[in-house]
């Protein structure tokens, strides 16, 4: 019994001596993953929340929109991209306001607006953002901004759409060789499939007449 007794305390002693070495370590590597585990779950809560305050947001937006009430849209855009920039709603929201500026004739807006949306959306909200742009500054025949706007790195399922409105910058700049080329790539990223789109790019080679 006794000899069991002393492996028992040899082996308490080593136990001893290992945890003097390593303890503090190993309490410190304990206390960060648990600081880990309660900040993540905290960063969750804490999105979930400004998601729920920018939903609410956005809500009031869209029955700004809805009433044309110009003021109470573009301050809850704004409020969107100074308090709640990272969510979604914030980029939808510059977007539904960029949408109701331009269609009140409030060019300028709508062109700081997408310009938010351009730089601080994610995927194809940023995407959509940039040809919008493009759109607006082509009618304004601010055709260097336009192509800056459409030369930008995009997803690939907007290839088409880029491709089309470079043909549009272009063609208003009587480029014709270059947008006849743009509007080609368009119809080949734009695949076989019939459709409206692929109808209107044909027109556009085809007013373009025997440009090489």
Do not use: C
């Not at 929109?65 to 939808?92: C, H, M, P, R, S």
């Not at 270059?178 to 990223?189: G, L, N």
């Amino acid at each position: 019994m006794a000899h069991y007794d002393l492996e028992e305390q040899e082996q308490l002693d080593s136990l001893k001596t290992w945890w003097k070495m390593y303890g503090n370590l190993v309490t410190g590597l304990v206390s960060v993953a648990a600081v880990a585990v309660v900040g993540w779950q905290g960063w969750n809560w804490y999105q979930g929340g400004q998601s729920a305050k920018a939903s609410a947001i956005y809500g009031v937006l869209e029955q700004a929109v809805a009433i044309g009430d110009a003021q109470k849209v573009k301050a809850a855009a704004g409020e969107l991209a100074e308090k709640f920039g990272g969510t979604q709603y914030a980029a939808l929201g510059a977007m539904l306001a960029a949408k109701q500026s331009f269609e009140a004739g409030d060019l300028k807006t709508a062109k700081a607006q997408l310009t938010w949306a351009a730089d601080n959306a994610k995927d194809e909200l940023k995407d959509l953002s940039r040809l919008r742009l493009a759109a607006i500054q082509l009618d304004e025949k601010a055709y260097d901004e336009a192509m800056k706007q459409l030369e930008a790195a995009h997803v690939s399922t907007f290839d088409a759409r880029f491709l089309e409105m470079k043909g549009d910058v272009l063609s208003a700049q009587g480029k014709k060789v270059e947008a006849r080329q743009a509007y080609k790539a368009a119809m080949e990223k734009s695949g076989d499939k019939p459709g409206a789109g692929r109808e209107l790019l044909q027109q556009k080679l085809d007013s373009l007449g025997d440009a090489a």
